[in-house]
T-cell receptor, first 117, second 111 residues
Framework: NAGVTQTPKFQVLKTGQSMTLQCAQDMNHEYMSWYRQDPGMGLRLIHYSVGAGITDQGEVPNGYNVSRSTTEDFPLRLLSAAPSQTSVYFCASSYFRPSLTNTGELFFGEGSRLTVL | EDKVVQSPLSLVVHEGDTVTLNCSYE??????LLWYKQEKKAPTFLFML????IEKKSGRLSSILDKKELSSILNITATQTGDSAIYLC???????????FGKGTHLIIQP
């Protein structure tokens, strides 16, 4: 009964380092996405994928890369970490893309708290 | 640019009170309005609203959508300390294929 699993839960980086946040879901969801949550800003969409091999940019994609080689996994890569990327990152998935259905409910992972010094 | 605005941003009430949280939206190709509750970790789904005027209810929580006014409200009656959380409103549709979230309402229920 895992749902959406994110690792690591906490990470501290130095400016300029790179790292990958992992996200895996076991619900056979076609749609997966990454959000960042900052105080006073709500959740903002970084990147999303509507199926294996397909990715697209969200509202705040700069400084991040994603790939979707399998249905289950959707890693988020920080190429050269900056203090502005200090945030809590959430991976979320659903059966279908929100824009095409009236079943826009997303299932969220528990979040990854990233601090960039 | 798509936008979802929630009010108030924070609210402190006493146990037993009734609260109303507000959400207004400007989302292109709007499809649905969703409410989530966020305690310490992941947001958890409460309601999805697609039709105007039809109330959705779950226990002490209820919500309704007004497409003419581009708004929604979330009501919580007989509040309990366990209702303390951040309540997030989000619209689906929009340019990017995801949800546009508001900043949330931080609700604190005092015993």
């Amino acid at each position: 009964n895992a749902g959406v699993t994110q690792t690591p839960k906490f990470q501290v980086l130095k400016t300029g380092q790179s790292m990958t946040l992992q996200c895996a879901q076991d619900m056979n969801h076609e749609y997966m996405s990454w959000y960042r949550q900052d105080p006073g800003m709500g959740l903002r969409l970084i990147h999303y994928s509507v199926g294996a091999g397909i990715t697209d940019q969200g509202e705040v994609p700069n400084g991040y890369n994603v790939s979707r080689s399998t249905t289950e996994d959707f890693p988020l890569r920080l190429l050269s970490a900056a203090p502005s990327q200090t945030s809590v990152y959430f991976c979320a998935s659903s059966y279908f893309r929100p824009s095409l259905t009236n079943t826009g409910e997303l299932f969220f992972g528990e979040g990854s708290r990233l601090t960039v010094l | 640019e798509d936008k979802v605005v929630q009010s108030p941003l924070s609210l402190v009430v006493h146990e037993g009170d009734t609260v109303t949280l507000n959400c207004s939206y400007e989302v292109t190709n709007f499809r649905s309005l969703l409410w989530y509750k966020q305690e310490k970790k992941a947001p958890t789904f409460l309601f999805m609203l697609t039709s105007s005027g039809i109330e959705k209810k779950s226990g002490r929580l209820s919500s309704i959508l007004d497409k003419k006014e581009l708004s929604s409200i979330l009501n919580i009656t007989a509040t309990q300390t366990g209702d303390s959380a951040i309540y997030l409103c989000a619209g689906s549709g929009g340019g990017a294929d995801g949800l546009t979230f508001g900043k949330g309402t931080h609700l604190i229920i005092q015993p």
